[in-house]
């Protein structure tokens, strides 16, 4: 059996032409070999259908339905009803039917936010919001200044039992989190910090996490930027202010964000100290909320989506800084 001119050997010859344009499945016979068709890319398409949306995903990776939680969050904190327009929105003149867009568009954007308005109503979310943010925020700062200068002591300040020290501190990632609970329960209990923000704050603002993420920056710094400042009399306090929390940004951005939304997404010890709606945080408010609003989904979705809105627009704002920081950090 002879051999066709310009295909090779081992191939037979292709039935549906030399492109392959008519053969069936996944595969097309182009240029001597099978070929895999090339995806155009994810597409979504939406179109509505009486009472709902239809969302079609065209060729959809992995990577795209991660969003589909947040689509359905979105969708289904709308409200099912329709829009009913205020009796001032439409004006009569004779024959003449018009729509007064000053007093239609509050109608529309009731309807749109009826349930984040019914939501924000129902509970007291801006006292849990502030809650929220002064535990986060207060846990951010003061844990990185504590977090920067243990770090700093281990990894550039020479004393006795330095290594053990760190051993001891490093040991101390072993152990759970839940095992402490209720120690910790007892003992701020004892000090009656129960429906407090000492409760809230003073337990989480040593953490071990943050002075082993330090200490490995400030290790990865070259020696001899601090004997060089040792000799011209600079103090430890100067070397940590002047040089080492400069070059350590992306670690302090890090840090800082890591330790915000372990913070601002706690929901098991607020629950434990907390039995007070005043000092109810965020997540303890959903918590709450979910209780009272019952079979209410679209009330549940809106006060949810609310509860995540700060921390993507905290991504959107914080994603410039932090890249900032990372270039800044480069030892040339």
């Not at 989190?177 to 809230?200: D, K, Q």
């Not at 060089?228 to 670690?251: E, F, H, M, N």
């Amino acid at each position: 059996m002879g051999r066709l001119r310009g295909w090779p050997h081992h191939h037979p010859a292709n039935p549906y032409g030399r492109d392959g344009a008519g053969a069936p499945g996944l595969y097309s016979y182009g240029r001597g070999r099978f070929q895999r068709p090339r995806a155009e890319g994810t597409q979504i398409r939406t179109r509505y259908q009486e009472d709902h949306w239809e969302i079609t995903f065209t060729n959809a990776s992995g990577e795209s339905f991660r969003l589909l939680p947040v689509v359905v969050l979105l969708s289904k904190s709308y409200p099912s009803h329709q829009p009913e327009l205020p009796p001032d929105a439409v004006r009569s003149s004779g024959d003449d039917w018009r729509l007064e867009w000053v007093n239609l568009a509050p109608g529309v954007l009731g309807y749109v936010f009826h349930n984040y308005r019914e939501a924000w109503l129902a509970a007291p979310f801006g006292r849990y919001f502030f809650n929220s943010f002064f535990t986060a925020g207060t846990q951010v700062l003061v844990g990185l200044l504590l977090a920067a200068m243990a770090a700093f002591a281990l990894a550039r300040i020479e004393f006795p039992g330095k290594n053990l020290v760190w051993l001891v501190i490093l040991a101390t990632l072993m152990i759970p989190g839940e095992v402490l609970l209720i120690p910790s329960y007892i003992l701020l209990s004892r000090l009656e910090w129960i429906n407090t923000y000492y409760a809230l704050v003073v337990p989480w603002l040593a953490s071990v996490f943050g002075i082993f993420l330090l200490r490995q920056f400030y290790l990865s710094l070259p020696r001899d930027l601090f004997d060089a400042a040792r000799i011209d009399g600079a103090s430890y306090w100067t070397q940590l202010v002047r040089i080492a929390l400069p070059l350590s940004i992306p670690g302090l951005v890090t840090y800082g964000i890591f330790t915000f939304l372990g913070a601002y997404n706690a929901l098991l010890w607020p629950l434990i100290v907390t039995d007070r709606p005043e000092m109810y945080t965020i997540q303890r408010g959903l918590q709450v909320f979910i209780g009272e609003a019952g079979s209410d989904y679209g009330a549940l979705m809106a006060a949810s989506t609310l509860a995540i809105l700060p921390i993507v627009l905290g991504y959107f704002l914080a994603q410039r800084q932090f890249i900032q920081g990372v270039a800044r950090s480069g030892i040339k």
